[in-house]
């Protein structure tokens, strides 16, 4: 019998990490009808032999990533599911350093039959009591004019999108739940574009999830119950110059999408709009250095470099109304 849930799990290089916190977390999942699929990028065996070596309480399915990056190895693995799994409902999409509550993927369920969604954000909660400098970012974020979920009309910022059960207009990759209707009639996909400054892209279950928000007008809302936390284990994502080149690209060719194609297009506030973005990038930058804990100032300016010929080179030989599109 196809399950209700499927799982997928893109990893790389984290055996420790998803079988101590993913797949270990699953099997305390009070909700049992759902399906595990591992898309496994790494470069050795020991994640398949953390997940194929242990008799797991639940189904698991370990493939091999052809193509290596958080955006392409989720669009496979949610292609395998829909060709192999018809009957599957949901995709929730977690990452190898989270934890789900043993009532996360119960809450996930009652929420989409509640709610209508067509994006569940499983809430997070933090592992550790909040530092003097989380706190003064969220009182940055107020004197900004950021809402309370951490995003203005096109910023993407971690964090504040947990508080409460209710609407949002985004949801994290650790933890999301998706109606398959997304894939199968919208065609709405994980942008691989974003990939271009490294394997796993920046800020991709962002753009999926806000363009499903503003360009679909899909709703998005937290669990009505369960969380998870996320341990961040870490990867080799800051190099200053192809992170600052990720910043940039990423988020204009995100802003392009909802804003500067189709109906969105025009406008008043246009302006008003693309100056915020402006500034917010600008502040992007510097985070980045404070981030990177380096002066390193030539090196962003190089990614921002690279990051603009690329847009100029994306801008002239493909069309933005297709970067979310399955190709």
């Known amino acids: 019998m196809t399950p209700l849930l499927a799982i997928v799990i893109p990893t790389r290089n984290r055996a420790g990490a998803i079988q101590k916190y993913a797949l270990s977390s699953l099997e305390r999942s009070d909700f049992r009808d759902f399906a595990c699929v591992v898309q496994d990028a790494s470069d050795d065996d020991l994640t398949r032999e953390a997940v194929e070596e242990r008799p797991w309480n639940f189904e698991v399915s370990y493939v091999r990533a052809t193509r290596t990056g958080s955006s392409s190895q989720r669009n496979d693995a949610v292609r395998r599911v829909l060709t192999e799994l018809p009957g599957v409902r949901y995709i929730v999409f977690m990452d190898d350093d989270s934890e789900l509550s043993s009532d996360a993927l119960s809450g996930v369920l009652a929420s989409f039959r509640e709610s209508g969604a067509s994006i569940v954000n499983i809430r997070t909660k933090p592992v550790a009591p909040p530092s003097f400098r989380s706190k003064m970012t969220q009182g940055l974020k107020r004197v900004l004019g950021t809402n309370r979920h951490g995003a203005t009309a096109f910023l993407y910022n971690y964090g504040g999108n947990d508080e409460a059960t209710g609407e949002v207009e985004w949801a994290s990759g650790c933890g999301m739940g998706v109606d398959v209707s997304v894939f199968r009639e919208w065609h709405i ?124 080179d994306y801008r002239r030989n493909h069309d933005i109304r297709t970067l979310m599109s399955e190709k």
Do not use: T
């Not at 996320?230 to 080799?236: C, I, L």
């Not at 940039?248 to 999408?257: K, V």
């Open 189 to 312: 996909f994980f942008p691989e574009e974003f990939e271009r400054f490294g394997g796993y892209a920046l800020g991709e279950d962002f753009a999926f999830s806000f363009f499903v928000s503003q360009r679909k007008r899909g709703r998005i809302v937290n669990s009505a119950y369960g969380h998870l936390l996320h341990y961040a284990a870490g990867s080799a994502r800051l190099d200053v110059r192809n992170m600052a080149a990720s910043k940039w690209y990423n988020f204009h060719l995100l802003f392009d999408a909802i804003y500067e194609s189709g109906k969105n297009a025009g406008g008043p506030g246009r302006r008003w709009l693309r100056a915020k973005f402006g500034l917010f990038m600008c502040a992007a930058a510097v985070k980045l250095l404070l981030r990177a804990r380096s002066l390193d100032v030539a090196s962003v300016l190089r990614g921002i470099f690279a990051a603009r010929a690329a847009l100029k």
